[in-house]
């Protein structure tokens, strides 16, 4: 692979495979109100065209040795899509209209009578043929023998390299980005012969260049060029398709939206985008990014944020990000795809950049532009991963700091943001290690003294802890609100006043055993707490023998049961489940095993000695022992469902329509 710079070969427009044409065309009056200021005056009427050129005699010419062997590379599997010819075409036209624009500041003026700076596709469907025509700079013979008869050789590299050494004023080559070279040999991917006839702006001769990409090409001076470039594509009978007005049409307004001159097809304007990132963040209004982020996403709504920076660090870049006001995972739908697009110098890079941002942040929409990123020679992708890497870095930082300064200065605002869009929070807290600790600033739980649906942050919990929590943040998963306050496990919580996070899904589980720690605290389920309650002192309890002897008969008497322990937390249920396995966790294994959960394997139980239900069983066992057994059977049986453990309450029927029919026929109870 060569190791290109983007200035070198912006011609690269990869495929942006999501694009809907039939979207963008709906959109065109978004567009046309987005023109490029350089394309933004209509076109003097079109004189008529000039008799075809003359060309003199040709001379073959082999292509370099290297040229040679990587044309057939090039032309058949380099690229991932026949229409990226089309692509790097219009950018190296551009390219060229740049080079005439500083020729022009350099000079001071235009040349009188100089022809409009732009560029015209005509495709002939009769003759299967499709032409390229430029007003740019144009290349003398050197040029089209050094810019076409050698793979990656950059006309575009050689000008820069002339203004470094000139110190020319580089702003005036900022929009450089095409070349010829790799991106031009994409043209034999669909053509079987190209013709290209240009003349340098100010040479008296032009010249003919002439390929069927075999090898080898024929140059010859031509009387009659215009200034500029013109390459006539002789199509292959199968890619005729690339003649029609429809299919240019699509390719252009798809792929090369922000050229930033008048594109014409078959002599109609075809408008074209302004890429307002590259403007200053207070020169682009809330209508302008309106209509652009609509033009992009492909949707009909206004953003609900707008994130628009510069940064110079690790390389230069420009960004927009918009936070939409909804997105389509909520319905059920399919996995969205990352939503923001990576350009160099407007010129497309990677559509839909996977690597951009982490994964978490497909919910955004928008465009980066980096003005020299290392690409591969198909530029169809960077080399630098680990660059990427620091890019990526830097504009999840920048993103994460947006979202941390809307909550603190628009905790309303926030709050709805984060109904909509906190599923995907809560996703980069658990895949995201290098940015978790700040992406759980962004958290909002509902707690236990908080109002019903009053969302508090981490910050706020720990603003609130009491000595008696020692260091820990507890939270507690449950079905529901009124189930989490009614839970035997919030009991000693509630005596003790101290304050519990509700989580109700698994993926909030699932953040909160993967966070671990904030802000110098652990994380801890309440379920899991060692908490001591103190007993009231009138309240009976079963003595130190009565609890042993107890302890050991229900072991004996509950199948399922592995340990019987005296609470110290509980206040008034008779027991519950601890030490045991995650309840969502256990549901997840069962969706995994085809709805058949794993076999639960024995608990551990403890129970409440000062609670009427256990005191009565230790009297009881002795007096009346089915009887004690089924009590014992139906206190573990729900305690496993306080434990969200219970995978089939159906099973424990038979018990409890035997313990009905023991309270009936309770000694006094009438008798039929």
């Not at 229409?83 to 219009?90: A, G, K, S, T």
């Not at 450089?176 to 031009?184: A, D, P, R, S």
């Not at 110098?345 to 990677?350: C, F, G, S, Y």
């Not at 189930?483 to 909160?512: G, H, P, Q, R």
Request: net charge negative.
């Amino acid at each position: 692979m060569l190791r290109l710079g983007c200035l070198q070969r912006a011609s690269r427009l990869p495929r942006l495979h999501s694009l809907s044409v039939h979207g963008a065309s709906a959109r065109l009056g978004a567009a046309a109100r987005l023109r490029c200021t350089a394309a933004a005056a209509d076109a003097p009427k079109e004189p008529p065209p000039p008799p075809p050129p003359t060309v003199g005699e040709a001379t073959r010419m082999e292509f370099q040795a290297e040229t040679k062997k990587l044309l057939d590379i090039v032309a058949k599997s380099l690229y991932t899509d026949k229409e990226v010819f089309l692509r790097e075409l219009v950018s190296n036209a551009s390219d060229a209209l740049e080079k005439r624009r500083h020729a022009a500041l350099i000079s001071g003026s235009e040349v009188e009578g100089a022809p409009e700076m732009a560029i015209w596709i005509d495709g002939d469907k009769e003759t299967n043929t499709l032409t390229i025509t430029d007003t740019g700079i144009g290349m003398s013979k050197e040029e089209l023998i050094e810019n076409l008869g050698t793979i990656a050789r950059s006309g575009s590299k050689n000008f820069l390299q002339q203004l470094d050494e000139s110190e020319a004023n580089s702003s005036a080559s900022a929009n450089v980005i095409g070349q010829f070279g790799v991106g031009f040999y994409a043209v034999f991917m669909v053509a079987d012969e190209v013709t290209v006839y240009s003349r340098r702006h100010g040479a008296e001769m032009g010249h003919c260049w002439k390929s069927t990409g075999d090898g080898s090409y024929e140059l010859a001076e031509a009387s009659g060029v215009a200034a500029g470039t013109k390459i006539v594509i002789k199509l292959k009978p199968e890619e005729s398709n690339f003649a029609t007005k429809w299919h240019i049409g699509s390719n252009i307004r798809r792929y090369s939206s922000f050229i930033g001159f008048p594109i014409k097809i078959n002599g109609e304007r075809v408008d074209t985008v302004e890429a307002i990132w590259l403007k200053g963040k207070n020169e682009v209004t809330k209508e302008q990014h309106s209509e652009f982020y609509r033009y992009i996403s492909q949707s009909f709504d206004d953003p609900r944020y707008t994130l628009h920076f510069t940064m110079d660090a690790p390389i230069s870049i420009k960004a927009i990000f918009y936070i939409p006001e909804s997105h389509v995972e909520k319905w059920g739908m399919a996995r969205q795809e990352s939503g923001v697009n990576l350009y160099c110098r407007k010129v497309l890079i990677e559509a839909r950049s996977k690597r951009l941002l982490p994964e978490w942040m497909r919910f955004l929409k928008g465009v980066v532009d980096s003005e020299d990123l290392p690409l591969n020679i198909s530029r169809e992708s960077m080399q630098d991963s680990s660059l990427m890497q620091k890019i990526s870095s830097v504009l999840s930082k920048r993103v994460i700091k947006f979202l941390q300064d809307l909550a603190k200065n628009d905790e309303k605002g926030y709050l709805k943001f984060y109904d909509e869009f906190g599923q995907f929070l809560k996703e980069g807290v658990y895949t995201d290690f290098n940015s978790k600790a700040e992406v759980a600033k962004l958290l909002r739980f509902e707690s236990s003294t908080s109002d019903k649906k009053q969302l508090v942050s981490l910050d706020d919990y720990i603003g609130r802890m009491v000595p008696e929590q020692n260091d820990k943040i507890y939270w507690l998963l449950a079905p529901t609100r009124e189930s989490a306050l009614s839970s035997a496990y919030m009991e000693a919580f509630t005596a003790k006043k101290i304050e519990v996070l509700l989580v109700y899904s698994a993926v909030d589980e699932f953040v909160m055993t993967n966070l671990m720690t904030y802000g110098g605290k652990s994380l801890a389920s309440a379920e899991n707490a060692k908490l001591d309650v103190d007993k009231p002192a009138e309240a009976e309890s079963l003595d130190e023998a009565d609890s042993k002897a107890l302890q050991a008969w229900f072991k004996d008497a509950v199948a399922g049961v592995k340990d019987v322990r005296l609470s110290s937390r509980l206040v008034n249920s008779p027991a519950i489940i601890v030490g045991h396995e995650s309840s969502s966790v256990r549901r997840m294994m069962a969706m995994v095993e085809s709805g058949t959960p794993p076999e639960l394997p024995p608990q551990t139980i403890e129970i409440n000695a000062s609670h009427p239900i256990i005191r009565g069983l230790a009297s009881t066992r002795e007096t009346k022992p089915e009887l004690a057994k089924r009590v014992a059977q139906q206190v573990f049986s729900n305690a496993l469902i306080t434990a969200g453990l219970m995978d089939d309450p159906r099973v424990m029927l038979n018990n409890v329509n035997a313990l009905l029919e023991d309270v009936l026929n309770k000694e006094g109870t009438p008798q039929e």
